[in-house]
């Protein structure tokens, strides 16, 4: 680890470098340019609305992404730090990946557009590190990283290129694609001795609130990630609206169902940090289409039934009978409700409400998305299968003292008050 990782590191940044002075340049476009710095209040206002919807969704990515993932009582440091890192490495990568394969053979010119798809790919990682939490090591993620966001832009230009499907929220492209190239991942790097669990393996109190905090920054964000590649004016307005109402009627639903599934109606925490989500995942295909917001919120309770259902019965079956243990549940967040996002498009469009793409396509674009993250994610496990990059033993999994300098005194603390404090109190109670 002493020195596999920072080699790792600094090569990739070395390549990013070079690749960057030899690709990428300020954006060009002179027409645009000349716009933005007209005295036009609609130009001004154009590009201060799409800096403030490229804010949100980094927010989403640094701050929302990564306290999610905090449950695990163990292993907070790696959940928000190597998602930071992850990040950092995935939005420079995206942004060369998708440039080339959008510029044409000419330079790729960074305006915030590009920036903001840039995270979109950074997005799609992140999604599938949650199937593998606690269960790889940074240098493995680092290479997982360049391999999906590789693989997520060629079906992403298939999609918008060659499909010409709708897909303005990724419903397809960046949740469905991300949850299965996880799962595959997962299923390749399955690991036998923790298929009875692990002692790091669950929450408590003050971990469960921390990604409680995630789910917030998420649930406020998401209209900003569904509208912010879509065209201005009446379609960016109808993602806006249509996610917002979507995520409020998914509150409820997730709610209804975590109650009605648990034992003596109680609520499930993990429920409520992922499933009250589902509905802006879902909504995200037809975000910007005429939909009408009714069907968003009917969309949106949909998303949340599905995922709270898959959190209670298919998690435990995929660990069992498939082999794949999803540490985070992406299959049920992302998976399941991108899978319904991309059906609700094909239905959408199947019956006049966006006249961009025909439902042939947006079946295609789904299939796509999915087969393409299975096949590029069993490649990817593979290579991160072979024992060269630092895993984690069985043991040592979801613990951040393997790869972080933890305080001492807090161990020692946790220590004595599992332990041996309670034989102090003894005699006087």
């Known amino acids: 680890m002493r020195f596999k ?26 027409s645009r340019l000349q716009k933005i710095n007209s005295t036009e209040s609609g130009d001004v206002d154009r590009f201060l609305a799409l800096y403030t919807l490229f804010q949100d969704v980094h927010v989403m990515i640094f701050v929302g992404f990564g306290f999610l993932m905090t449950f695990l009582k163990k292993y907070g440091f790696s959940s928000v730090g190597i998602n930071l890192l992850i990040a950092a490495l995935g939005l420079q990568w995206g942004t060369l990946i998708g440039g080339i394969l959008h510029s044409h053979n000419q330079k790729i010119d960074i305006g915030i557009l590009t920036m903001i798809n840039a995270d979109f790919s950074t997005a799609t990682v992140l999604i599938s ?24 832009a060629g079906n992403e230009y298939l999609v918008v290129e060659i499909f010409k499907a709708s897909d303005v929220g990724a419903s397809m492209t960046i949740h469905a694609f991300g949850a299965y190239f996880g799962l595959a991942v997962a299923g390749i790097l399955y690991r036998p001795g923790l298929r009875r669990g692990h002692d790091n393996e669950e929450s408590v109190y003050h971990s469960d609130l921390f990604a409680m905090i995630g789910t917030l920054f998420l649930w406020i964000f998401w209209p900003s990630f569904n509208s912010a590649i879509a065209d201005a004016g009446e379609k960016q307005y109808r993602a806006i609206v249509n ?20 034992h003596r109606g109680k609520l499930n925490m993990v429920h ?89 396509m947006q079946a295609a674009a789904l299939g796509s998305s ?60």
Request: with cysteine; charged share 10%; hydrophobic share 45%.
């Open 5 to 30: 990782f920072p080699l790792t590191a600094i090569g990739l940044e070395l390549a990013m470098i070079v690749l960057f002075a030899l690709f990428v340049q300020y954006e060009t476009d002179h």
């Open 370 to 429: 999915i087969g393409t993250a299975i096949g590029g994610g069993l490649i990817t496990g593979l290579i991160l299968k072979i024992p060269i990059w630092g895993q984690p033993s069985d043991q040592n999994c979801y613990d951040d003292s393997v790869f972080w300098e933890v305080p001492r005194w807090r161990e020692h603390d946790n220590h004595f008050h599992e332990h041996g404090g309670q034989h102090q109190l003894e005699p006087e109670v």
């Open 129 to 152: 590190f949650g199937a593998v939490l606690g269960k790889i090591s940074p240098i493995q993620m680092l290479i997982m990283t360049m391999l999906e966001i590789t693989v997520f």
């Open 243 to 262: 996610t917002y109402f979507s995520l409020a009627a998914c509150v409820l639903t997730a709610y209804a169902f975590s109650s009605l599934v648990e």
């Open 272 to 360: 409520i940090q992922n499933a009250t989500l589902a509905g802006g995942v879902a909504v995200g295909t037809c975000a910007d289409m005429k939909i009408y917001p009714y069907i968003s919120m009917i969309i949106g309770s949909i998303a949340g039934m599905v995922s709270v259902l898959g959190f209670k019965f298919l998690t435990p079956c995929f660990a069992t009978k498939l082999r794949i243990q999803d540490t985070c549940g992406v299959h049920n967040l992302h998976g399941l409700p991108g899978v319904v996002g991309g059906l609700a498009g094909i239905v959408a469009v199947a019956l006049g409400a966006s006249d961009v793409s025909t439902w042939h």
